[in-house]
Structure formats: structure tokens, C-alpha cells
């Protein structure tokens, strides 16, 4: 075999890579990170739950990762714990149980509740029996552990079945059988042993087994993948065997074999099955066909020790960490140069109508055949740009090496044969465009942009000439010409390094930007607009006069403002930035995609771009060959939006800090938390299922206020918050152009004092006491009102008539001429009425005067009164005083009554007195007790009727009035009133 046939088989092998690439590259792999200051970590087993979150086992220890840390779970339930003993393997069933099985105990946790469960010792094997091998659950969702000494443990729903025959097999072959594949065939479950056999297990019939040692196999079945009418075998000898059931045959894959030195793994799943070594993980179908082979990104290369497939993902748990293969976003597929070396980037690519391809790296050029067929040419290094001559010839422009000509049926490149115009000999000879950045046309000349400015080559004569502008300025055009656009009716676009012009009849305008200037790599027009790839000013719509129509930045959701290549297809426009692809469909919905959607790359490369309209495709050219979109695909569908998830709450209370935590939200579905008065939210966690699929952002916000993004492994938090409702709004953005809303409703109860009945009692209390108060004003104001009543009826009364009697006297001494004695005589009444008005004035005015409102005084008053009275009338009395006279306080009605009562009583004793000695006593305590004692005339017997007259009625009257009572004795000529009263602040 010659030298080029073996390197032309060589480019064949890679074009078959490549087209495998193209049209078999669904799947992809992500490397999780599980701790941040953790690089590696030996994982013993993995799972998932129901909602997507990765459960995985290390050496004793349970986490569960959320996307974006990993929580100990075993750490959260330590209080639950029945014993200490370290799991060895786990699973999370179709219920959201996570089963935890150790060499001593079998226990649940339900993640709804997180509640642990511990299995019942009786239904577990011996205990020096309890070594677990494995556990799985089946299609049928059946629960199976598998124990070393042979013992099988099966739960359906609630109900669990011990099998014991690979056990009692094994001790009576005193040869121990040992579990070591299960699957569901034809409604039974089969599991392969140690000792070459297969033991069915009829649940229908309740756990009736039946085994079948294998003919001439006394080795371990590892493996079991149950398919249509064919149980396959994964044994060393290459057996097959009939059953009555169908046929057993070893597994033999397509495309690729099992290893006889490697330790692998081989999981069966739901139509997609995986084998993984520590070098790649394979996955087929149903038929053990390979689908895809994926290479694991290990650093060492250690071996993968547990496989777990749900929702069309592979989990691979190795001795590094977690790694996870999953498919790709439909409508990505990636052409990977075959041309030797390391070196993939890429920049120019022309698909012909029939679906050839020639594209060429900085390692090489390629075309190939529709058929498949690869031709590489490793001599055209640094091609940027493509533009058919005619449909066998293809001019493509270098980095240094001007322009190239590729020969499609000789399959050659040659150099382009060109002659300089006289112009370009006189002036550009030394200034050649070597560098060549863009290819356009006209009529009749190829238009060459390069560093150095415009270049034209005539088509007929190949003559090249420098395009001058018509005012003659030698050197308007010395900018890098990065992209030329026509334009009907306009002229030429053209994206520089300085901005973008419109070149029209030898005159060059600006359009872009109006004032300084800023890099363009490309432009498109569609209808009036002029869509702009700028450097760094994100993508800009201009309008004919190059007024800015609209801006597309990061702030709108590009992913990056660094444009370096720019198509339209189907209406949707297709950016390639610094930082992934951007799509953006007429109503500027801008849609990511980044290597976690299946992006080969994440930066591609400036002009390297290719609409491909015959079969409805985009070539974006990178740093690891091309990317290929399937415009047919819809990219604006919001399916395949991620969800995020609160995964713990964690809240205080007190000056004490009582904690409380809760890991079961996503379980519950909850939406509304409440916090009890003093009780803070100190952190509320959130987890994105999934999230190695796309270039997941998650922000937040709480009630009205503006979103904050939530950083790596940062919480919520609402520490001491008023009493109310707090909305808060997660939305989670990853392959739609919107979000996913998620809202939580945080109470936060309000303290007794806080609550509306609480405010309300209080008002009600104190419009209460404002109408206390206001009625005892009124009471009071009347109260003061009677009295002045009482006073000017009094002064009408007493003082008034004694006034009366004076002014009479008065004028009849003035009128009538008397003798002198009745003149004496009526001056004196007139002198004795002045001094009763007086007195009586006197009494009035003490009995009203706050000052005078003590028993003391009152006491006082009373001594004065008998004093003054005496004095006048010669009488004999005695005044005693008992108890508590000195600091009793009294009321203003109290003490007048009493005072009037006692005027009244004492008045009436001298009067009908028989001249003895009138006896008073005051006996002041908790009550007040009035005595006054007289001796009258035995022989007037209507002396005590006449002390007990009207007098009596007017002083029952007044004891009334203070709550007292009035009482008189009567016989032997000893008179005796007596007056009780009720404490002394009565009345």
C-alpha cells in the first residue's frame, strides 16, 4: 500500500468519525462538582429521586446534590438513627424512599416527610447473613436487595418478600450461591449467580421460585438485559442456551466487545442500556447496538463503580466523582475536522447544493463527498473565506498566502494566477492583499477584502486592481475589510475594524457608529434593517440613515457582546460570540445555547460561518471544528425549560437561636411558609435539577423589589421580618428565551401586640375610658351644677330673707318716727339678722371649699360652731372626738350634710334642753357615728315630739343624701339622735 493510500484511509477513518459525529453525536458528558474544595471523591453508589436530584453513597456517608452543592444527609437525620451501622448501598424508589441497606439493618427515609423507617429485624435475613451485594429496583418497580449468603429481600408497595433458595443451595453444596444480576423477563424476576445458574421468581404466584443451572457454566452471570423473546447473559464462556421461557445468549454488542482485563460495569435500562469502563461509557439500544460511544474526561482513569439510568440519562459513579451522560439539545450536531493533529479551529466552510463539503482549519483543508468520501490537504493551512467561481472551481482567500484555488473534480488546490493592473504596479506593488478576510462579486470582478483595504480582480482577465474612492484620497480605504454585504439599490457594506461603511459609486459613508469607532465583523440586512456584529457593543439593528433602531446586549440575555459571526435563517437570526451561540427570532427573544446544551466549543472564530439553505443548516466554525444547527428544529420551544426547586429551609427563633431545619419542601410541594412570632428565615436554599443541561441562571426577588442573581451555593434569608406576607419569586432561566416562575409565600405571624385585634382592643379600650371620662365630666359638671344650684338657692333662701327682713326694718326705721328704745330695739334685730345672714354666708362658702375637705375641719368647724353658740346662748356642753380625726379625708357633700345635720340636731337640743349639760360625740373609724344627748323637762311631754318635728324630717332627708341613717331614742326625759354614716368617702 502506497504512502497516499494509507493516509488517504487514514482521512477516511477520520471523515467516518466525523459523520458519526454529525449524524450519531446525541449524547454528551458533564463532570459534576460535587464540593468546591474538593476535586475528587470515590463514590460507591448513586441514584436519583423523582424531581431529578443526584443521591450518591462515598465510604458511610449519604449526600444529596441539588446542582450546586451536595448536603449530608445523614448528618440531618442523626437523631433518627437506630443503630450506627454504615450503608452500603442505596436507592431511591418510584415512592421517594430513599432505601439504605448495611451488612446489620435495612431502614427508609421518607423524603416527604424525612422520617426514617427501619424494616422490621424479622423480615431480614439471619443477622450473620446481612452482607448486601446490591440493591435495585426492577421495570416493574419492584425493590429487590441482594445479599452475599444468597438471601433475597423483595418489596412490592408495602409488602415484603424473603427468598431463601440460593441460600439453602448453598449450604447444601456447602458451596456458597451468590446473587449477582437481576432483571424482569417475560412478567418474572431472573437473577443470574455466582455458580453459572438462574433462579425465577414468579410474583404472581407469590415469590414461587424455580432454578436452572446452566449446562456446562460454573461461573458467575455479571450481567443480565432481558429483550422481546431473548434473555442475554453477560458470562466469560460464549454460550447459548434455551429455555422454556425463550432463548439465553451470551451478550455480544455490536460495533464493540466486553473486556477480558478491565473492571466495567453494565447496567440495563428502559431501552437504552450502558456499559462503562474507566476510559468511556458505551450506550446502546435495546438490541445491544451501539448508539454512541462517550469518552469519560477522567484525570486518572479510574474505574467506574455503579451506573444508574433514568429519564434517558446515564449516571456513572466512579473512584473521581460523578459523571453524567446526557443527550443533546436536538437540532445540535458538530463536524470535527479529520485532519490530523491537534489543532481544530476553523474558519472557512462551502457546502455545495449536493452536500459536499470543503472547509479548511489552521491545521489543513478537507472536502468531502456527498458519499462520505474524505480528501485532505494539509498543504492549505489558514483559509478564511470561500466563494464559488463556478460549480467545479472555488476560490478561497488565506492568511498570507492571497488566494487559492480549489479544483473540485481534480480534487487539487492550486495558487490563483492573477497579473496586476498598471495602477496597483505604479502604487500597490509593495502593498499586496497576502491577507485575505472576505470574498464578494459583482458583474464582472471578485471583490477582495483584506488588511490593507479593497481589492478587485477582474473575472476575465484576472487582472487585479485597488479599488480608490472618487475624491482621491489614497488612503480612505487602509482598514481591515472584515465581511462586504450588497445591498440593493445601496452599495456595499462593509465591516471593518473601525466600523461599519457603505461604499456607493466610489464614495464611502459611515453608517456605524456615528461618532468614534468601535470593531464590526459582519452585517446582514433584512428589509430595511442592518443588523450589526459589533466588538464588544453586542448586536445592533441601524436603520438606512444609521440611526440605532435596537441593541442586544448581555442586559437583554446575549450571552456575550463580543460578535464574531452573524446568518439569517428561516427569519432567525444565528450570532457566534466569545461565549457561546445566540439565537434571535423577529420578535428579539434572544435563546442561548452553551456547551451544556452540547456545544463542542463555547468561543468561535470571526467570519467563520456558513448558511447551508438547501438542507436548512448553519456551519459556525471554532476552536474544535464546526457546530452545526438543523434550522428546521424549533428553538423557541419552552419544554425543555429547567425548573428549580427550594431544597431546605432553615429557620431561628429567639434570643436563644433555636433552630429548625426542613429538607422535604420539593417533596411536598409546598408553597407557603410560615414563620411564628420571633422567628427568622436564616436561610432558604434552592436547587436546580439537571442543570449540567444548559447554562442555568436563577434570580430572585422578594415582593416588588428588583432580582438579584443567586450566586454559587448562596441562600435567602428574611432574618427578624416585620409581621406580613413576603412573595418571594424564583425564576430560573436555561434553553428558553423566559423563565420558569416558582413563588413562596413567606407569613411571618405577628406578636399578640402586633395583631389587628390586639390595635383594635386597644382602641376600643380607649374610646372606652375617653367615655368614662367624658361621662364622669358630665357627672361631674352636673354634679357642680346642682351645687351651685343648692348655694344660690340657699343665698335665695337664707341669706335672701335675712337681706329682706333687714331692708324692712330698715325702711320702716327711716319711714316711721319712733322713741328711742323701739328704734334701739329695731336697729338691734336689724344688727342680729346682718349677723345671721352672715353666718349663714360663712357656712355656704366653707362648705364649698376644696381646702376645707378633711375631717380635721370639718371637726374644727364644728367646735366653732357649738363655741360661737354657747356664747350666745349660755348652755353647757361637752365635745368628744374618737379614732382616726387627724388625716381622714372627706367629700364636700359628706361633710356639709353632716355639718348641717349636726347645726340641726344641736339647734334643737339647746332649744328643748332642761338646762343640763348636752353631750356630743363624733366617733370617726371605717364609718363615722353622730351621737348629741339632752335632757329635757319631764314635764313637757311633747318636748321629744317637738325635736323630732320638721327639723327631723329635713336631717333624714340629708342623711339620705350621704348614705346614712338617722336614728332617735326617747324616754325619761333623755333625748338621744344618732346618726351612721358609711365610710368616710361616701355620699
Not at 451501622?85 to 431511591?92: A, G, H, V
Not at 496586476?420 to 497576502?434: D, F, V
Not at 450589526?532 to 457593543?537: C, F, I, L, P, Y
Not at 333625748?975 to 358609711?982: I, K, N, R, V, Y
Amino acid at each position: 500500500m502506497t504512502k497516499n493510500r494509507c493516509f488517504r484511509l487514514c482521512s477516511l477513518i477520520w471523515l467516518l468519525c466525523a459523520k458519526l459525529t454529525i449524524y450519531g453525536q446525541e449524547y454528551t458528558i458533564a463532570r459534576l462538582r460535587l464540593f468546591p474544595s474538593q476535586d475528587e471523591v470515590l463514590i460507591k453508589d448513586v441514584t436519583t429521586d423523582s424531581l431529578g436530584f443526584i443521591w450518591y453513597l462515598t465510604n458511610g456517608e449519604i449526600y444529596r446534590y441539588d446542582g450546586y452543592r451536595s448536603l449530608d444527609i445523614l448528618n440531618t437525620i442523626s437523631a433518627q438513627r437506630l443503630t450506627d451501622d454504615m450503608p452500603q448501598r442505596i436507592l431511591i424508589d418510584y415512592r421517594n424512599r430513599l432505601w439504605m441497606a448495611g451488612n446489620a439493618n435495612l431502614s427508609y427515609l421518607d423524603l416527604k416527610t424525612w422520617k426514617v423507617h427501619a424494616v422490621d429485624s424479622a423480615l431480614l435475613p439471619p443477622i450473620q447473613d446481612r452482607t448486601v451485594h446490591s440493591i435495585a429496583q426492577l421495570a416493574d418497580s419492584t425493590v429487590i436487595i441482594a445479599y452475599e449468603n444468597g438471601h433475597l429481600l423483595l418489596l412490592k408497595g408495602n409488602q415484603f418478600t424473603r427468598i431463601d433458595e440460593l441460600n439453602e443451595r448453598g449450604k447444601l453444596a456447602s458451596n456458597k450461591v451468590s446473587p449477582r444480576s437481576m432483571t424482569i423477563w417475560k412478567g418474572k424476576i431472573w437473577v443470574g449467580t455466582t455458580g453459572g445458574g438462574l433462579l425465577s421468581i414468579n410474583t404472581d404466584r407469590h415469590g414461587q421460585t424455580q432454578y436452572r443451572q446452566l449446562p456446562g457454566l460454573q461461573s458467575l452471570i455479571k450481567n443480565l438485559v432481558a429483550h422481546q423473546d431473548t434473555l442475554f447473559l453477560d458470562v466469560p464462556e460464549q454460550f447459548s442456551y434455551s429455555l422454556d421461557e425463550g432463548i439465553a445468549t451470551t451478550i455480544r454488542p455490536r460495533n464493540f466487545v466486553l473486556s477480558e482485563d478491565k473492571y466495567y460495569v453494565l447496567k440495563e435500562g428502559n431501552g437504552l442500556h450502558a456499559y462503562a469502563d474507566d476510559e468511556a461509557v458505551y450506550l446502546l439500544d435495546s438490541t445491544l447496538r451501539l448508539r454512541q460511544r462517550v469518552g469519560i474526561p477522567s484525570r486518572h482513569r479510574f474505574r467506574t463503580t455503579s451506573v444508574h439510568i433514568a429519564g434517558g440519562e446515564v449516571l456513572l459513579g466512579t473512584e473521581e466523582g460523578i459523571f453524567v451522560v446526557y443527550p443533546k439539545t436536538k437540532g445540535i450536531s458538530q463536524l470535527i475536522p479529520a485532519n490530523p493533529g491537534p489543532n481544530k479551529s476553523t474558519r472557512g466552510i462551502y457546502v455545495y447544493p449536493d452536500g459536499a463539503q470543503f472547509y479548511a482549519t489552521y491545521n489543513g483543508a478537507g472536502y468531502i463527498e456527498p458519499d462520505g468520501t474524505v480528501f485532505t490537504f494539509q498543504e492549505l493551512r489558514h483559509a478564511y473565506v470561500m466563494l464559488p467561481m463556478n460549480n467545479n472551481k472555488l476560490l478561497v482567500g488565506t492568511e498570507g498566502g492571497f488566494l487559492k484555488v480549489f479544483n473540485r473534480r481534480q480534487r487539487r488546490v492550486a495558487d490563483l494566477r492573477y497579473t496586476l493592473s498598471q495602477n496597483a504596479s505604479e502604487k500597490y506593488a509593495a502593498h499586496l492583499p497576502i491577507f485575505v478576510m472576505c470574498l464578494a462579486e459583482t458583474a464582472t470582478d471578485y471583490l477582495i477584502g483584506g488588511m490593507n483595504g479593497l481589492w478587485m480582480l477582474d473575472k476575465k482577465s484576472l487582472r487585479l486592481d485597488r479599488y480608490e474612492l472618487t475624491t482621491g484620497e489614497p488612503h480612505a480605504l487602509d482598514v481591515q475589510i472584515r465581511h462586504m454585504q450588497h445591498h440593493e439599490g445601496q452599495g456595499l457594506f462593509l465591516s471593518t475594524n473601525v466600523g461599519l461603511f457603505l461604499l456607493d459609486n466610489g464614495v464611502l459613508t459611515k453608517k456605524y457608529p456615528k461618532s468614534g469607532n468601535i470593531g464590526v465583523f459582519k452585517s446582514i440586512i433584512i428589509n430595511d434593517t442592518t443588523w450589526v456584529a459589533t466588538q464588544g457593543d453586542g448586536l445592533v439593528a441601524i436603520d438606512p440613515d444609521g440611526e440605532v433602531l435596537q441593541r442586544l446586549t448581555t442586559a437583554n440575555g446575549m450571552s456575550n457582546n463580543l460578535i464574531y459571526s452573524l446568518e439569517v435563517s428561516n427569519g432567525v437570526k444565528v450570532a457566534g460570540t466569545a461565549n457561546g451561540l445566540n439565537l434571535i427570532d423577529g420578535q428579539q427573544r434572544v435563546r442561548r445555547i452553551g456547551t451544556a446544551e452540547g456545544l463542542s466549543q463555547s468561543e468561535f472564530n470571526s467570519g467563520a460561518s456558513f448558511p447551508d439553505t438547501v438542507r436548512n443548516r448553519v456551519f459556525i466554525g471554532g476552536l474544535m471544528g464546526y457546530t452545526v444547527l438543523d434550522m428546521a428544529h424549533d428553538w423557541f420551544n419552552e419544554g425543555n425549560q429547567l425548573e428549580s426547586y427550594v431544597t431546605e429551609i432553615h429557620t431561628s427563633k429567639g434570643n436563644a437561636g433555636e433552630k429548625m431545619s426542613d429538607y422535604s419542601w420539593p417533596y411536598r410541594a409546598d408553597r407557603t411558609l410560615t414563620l411564628k412570632p420571633g422567628q427568622s428565615l436564616t436561610g432558604l436554599y434552592v436547587g436546580t435539577p439537571k442543570n449540567y443541561r444548559a447554562d442555568c441562571e436563577v434570580t430572585y426577588s422578594i415582593n416588588s423589589g428588583d432580582s438579584d442573581m443567586l450566586k454559587f451555593g448562596q441562600f435567602i434569608s428574611l432574618i427578624d421580618p416585620s409581621p406580613g406576607h413576603y412573595q418571594i419569586r424564583l425564576k430560573t432561566r436555561s434553553t428558553g428565551t423566559t423563565s420558569r416562575l416558582r413563588e413562596i409565600t413567606v407569613v411571618k405571624q405577628p406578636h399578640y401586640y402586633q395583631t389587628w385585634w390586639f390595635g383594635g382592643l386597644l382602641v376600643a379600650l380607649a374610646i372606652s375610658l375617653t367615655v368614662l371620662w367624658y361621662r364622669s365630666r358630665i357627672q361631674k359638671i352636673r354634679r357642680e351644677q346642682t351645687i351651685r344650684n343648692r348655694i344660690a338657692a340657699d343665698l335665695h333662701d337664707e341669706v335672701g330673707s335675712s337681706l329682706t327682713r333687714i331692708f324692712f326694718q330698715a325702711n320702716t326705721l327711716s319711714a316711721n318716727q319712733m322713741p328711742e328704745e323701739n328704734q334701739a330695739k329695731q336697729l338691734e334685730l336689724i344688727a342680729d339678722t346682718s349677723k345671721q345672714a352672715l353666718l349663714t354666708m360663712s357656712d355656704m362658702v366653707w362648705s364649698i371649699d376644696s381646702r376645707f375637705d378633711t375631717m380635721k375641719d370639718l371637726v374644727i368647724r364644728m367646735k366653732d360652731y357649738v363655741y360661737r353658740l354657747r356664747e350666745e346662748l349660755d348652755f353647757s356642753y361637752r365635745f368628744d372626738e374618737e379614732g382616726d380625726v387627724d388625716s381622714a379625708k372627706v367629700s364636700q357633700a359628706f361633710r356639709q350634710n353632716l355639718f348641717l345635720i349636726f347645726k340641726e340636731a344641736l339647734t334643737n337640743a339647746i332649744k328643748y334642753s332642761n338646762g343640763s349639760e348636752i353631750v356630743i360625740n363624733l366617733l370617726v373609724n371605717k364609718n363615722v357615728r353622730l351621737v348629741i344627748i339632752n335632757r329635757y323637762s319631764a314635764k313637757s311631754n311633747g318636748v321629744g315630739r317637738r325635736q323630732g318635728g320638721r327639723g327631723m324630717v329635713n336631717m333624714e332627708h340629708r342623711a339620705a343624701k350621704i348614705g346614712g341613717t338617722l336614728s332617735v331614742t326617747d324616754q325619761h326625759g333623755l333625748f338621744q339622735l344618732s346618726l351612721d354614716l358609711p365610710p368616710k368617702k361616701g355620699g
